[in-house]
């Protein structure tokens, strides 16, 4: 059986020493696994066991298959079924029993009624980012090759060599041990020379840019932000009451002498030099420079956003603004979302020297610290060099997918879309030809379970052009690309 609709073949079984006779009930009858709905492949897996229950073609005792018989006969990740039986299990319909297997919990009522998921909503634009692995889904790294099994074994280690200390609450500033080696990773890579003590751990990137809001920042400031941006920095500045000013971007990055001669006497600017978020262009040197230039004369401050800095296809990695800093006015704000996983939670944020006391006494008031494990999980996949390792590898693999699905989605819609020329990053710009509203068919995509981000969204002015942002580190070949430009077409 290698379709994931075979599932419904599968027989099940009591567990041995109950009364009742064995049963195979068939369950061709229920709903298969759709790999274009918006549901995850994991939630339509637990929805379908509940369902069975509710109908008594699963009654208490009966014998589920295992996540990893499970996983092979779908076709699909063994963490994958793993996460469904897990919350199966959390709300009390299963019940695992070791070697006996896995059961449907003694006591449960199959009469009783089961509450319906609460609907996951979909065609909402503005939804950064929704729990859900869809094609084309923005934000993800590619899941399906990180090295779970790697990641498992220091995770059990972590936690056998826990003690009481790890138990306590977690430094607000992050652990020591984690900051050290994130120092020493951004001095090989990234150029920037730090000390363990001016790195503080976050929850993300908007707690960052939260962290330095309250530092640095006042009620009435403005701050300027490249246009078209990542729209929750303006929302978080815009909450803060903290004026965003759009400044426009061109091949060379956010055009610096025009944000001067607007708002000269702006407090910050909030910029992603090794790949504009969203067109992915880099900072040129002299805009760098002359950034750096304003932030001295006005004593001003740069926040420097880095969140995709390793994926460079054309050249080496440029080297972060920060590292050009002399004067000690960039903050410079990285992440683990990207090269790790989001779930994570993990993001650090390097200030100046001359800052460090000011932001702890502002991490004390605000910050509650990240989890301990999680910190010591990520401390010691960098230290035994699998975090560079893996850096690199994702480069070489994302420059594949990135080729795969520029050639898949030209092949299709070649017509009706010109794919931006891009030297790294994560995701595509899909420009539309036709006169169809970027956010329309936006909408129509996320009710068809597919993903996609509307240009227009992430503007503040007008664009002569409407654009998709398509993610491609998910999209595991051309033939893949092409199935899912068809579908997209069709939407057209």
Request: proline share 8%.
């Amino acid at each position: 059986m290698n379709d994931i609709n075979d599932w419904a073949m599968i027989s099940i079984v009591p567990v041995p020493g109950y009364d009742r006779p064995m049963t195979r009930p068939d369950l061709r009858d229920f709903p298969p696994l759709d790999s274009t709905a918006a549901e995850p492949f994991y939630r339509q897996i637990y929805d379908r066991v509940r369902a069975a229950i509710a109908a008594e073609a699963l009654k208490p005792g009966d014998r589920i298959p295992s996540a990893r018989a499970l996983a092979t006969e779908l076709g699909l990740a063994r963490g994958t079924v793993e996460t469904a039986y897990s919350l199966l299990a959390a709300e009390g319909y299963i019940l695992p029993r070791g070697q006996a297997g896995t059961v449907v919990a003694p006591g449960i009522k199959p009469h009783a009624p089961l509450a319906a998921p609460p609907p996951r909503p979909i065609g909402d634009p503005t939804s950064y980012r929704p729990d859900s692995i869809l094609p084309f889904q923005m934000g993800l790294p590619a899941l399906d090759v990180f090295p779970r099994k790697l990641w498992a074994r220091l995770g059990a280690r972590c936690v056998r060599a826990m003690q009481p200390i790890d138990m306590v609450h977690p430094p607000v500033h992050g652990s020591w041990a984690l900051r050290s080696e994130i120092a020493a990773y951004l001095q090989v890579s990234r150029g920037i020379r730090c000390g363990p003590s001016q790195i503080f751990v976050t929850s993300g990137y908007r707690a960052s840019l939260e962290l330095i809001s309250h530092a640095l920042l006042t009620s009435g400031d403005r701050v300027w932000v490249e246009d078209p941006g990542f729209p929750p920095t303006r929302e978080l500045l815009g909450h803060l009451g903290i004026s965003a000013e759009p400044v426009a971007v061109d091949d060379e990055g956010m055009m610096v002498e025009t944000a001067i001669a607007r708002a000269s006497h702006a407090r910050a600017a909030v910029v992603t030099p090794a790949h504009q978020s969203p067109l992915s262009m880099s900072l040129s040197l002299s805009r760098r420079m002359a950034l750096l230039d304003w932030a001295t004369r006005t004593e001003s401050w740069i926040i420097e956003d880095d969140y995709d800095g390793e994926y460079r296809y054309v050249s080496r990695p440029l080297p972060a603004l920060k590292s050009l800093d002399r004067d000690g006015r960039v903050l410079y704000a990285g992440t683990f979302s990207k090269v790790l996983f989001p779930s994570l939670r993990l993001a650090y944020l390097v200030v100046p020297e001359a800052l460090v006391e000011r932001f702890e006494k502002i991490v004390t008031a605000f910050a509650g610290g990240s989890p301990a494990l999680t910190q010591a999980i990520v401390t010691a996949f960098m230290q035994e060099g699998h975090f560079a390792r893996h850096i690199q590898r994702m480069r070489r693999l994302y420059s594949e997918r990135k080729r795969a699905t520029v050639a898949g989605v030209e092949a299709v819609l070649g017509e009706h879309v010109r794919i931006d020329a891009q030297p790294g990053g994560m995701h595509l710009v899909l420009r539309l030809r036709a006169s169809i509203s970027d956010r329309e068919l936006v909408t129509r995509m996320r009710e068809a379970g597919l993903y996609a981000e509307a240009l227009s969204d992430w503007t503040m002015g007008a664009r002569d052009a409407a654009g998709l942002l398509l993610n491609f580190t998910n999209v595991t070949s051309r033939e893949v690309a092409e199935k899912l430009a068809v579908q997209i077409r069709e939407l057209l």
